[in-house]
């Protein structure tokens, strides 16, 4: 099993700054994905930002030039760096990880989410 743990949401005003961290540990993945997605009340979950065990990453396009995703190998942490904060960015905040194993052509992909952290901004 593979568990994560989301940390670094909180409250901030438009044009602030945040960022989430999330450990992941158990069993993991040599091919897999990070990512963080996020749900407003109301509103399904979305994309934000993904980053590839080879470090190739992708962006919602409502966020690129704000927010810029990482990763910490060593620590089995991802990180995601939230600058110019706008009160739309006011949502739950979920730690995604994605194993992947080769099967054939294809893969076996195995998803685990976080419990999720709330960012509030405030106009």
């Known amino acids: 099993q593979v568990q994560l743990v989301e940390s670094g949401g909180g409250l901030v005003q438009a044009g602030g700054s945040l960022r989430l961290s999330c450990v992941v540990s158990g069993n993991s993945f040599r091919i897999n994905v990070m990512g963080w997605y996020r749900q407003a009340p109301g509103k399904q979950r979305e994309l934000v930002a993904t980053?590839?065990?080879?470090?190739?990453?992708n962006y919602d396009d409502s966020v690129k030039g704000r927010f810029t995703i990482s990763r910490d190998n060593a620590k089995n942490t991802v990180y995601l760096q939230m600058n110019s904060l706008k009160p739309e960015d006011t949502a739950v905040y979920y730690c995604n990880y994605e194993g992947k194993v080769p099967n054939g052509p294809y893969y076996h992909t195995a998803a685990f989410w976080g419990q999720g952290t709330q960012v509030t901004v405030s106009s």
């Open positions: 980053i590839t065990s080879g470090g190739s990453t």
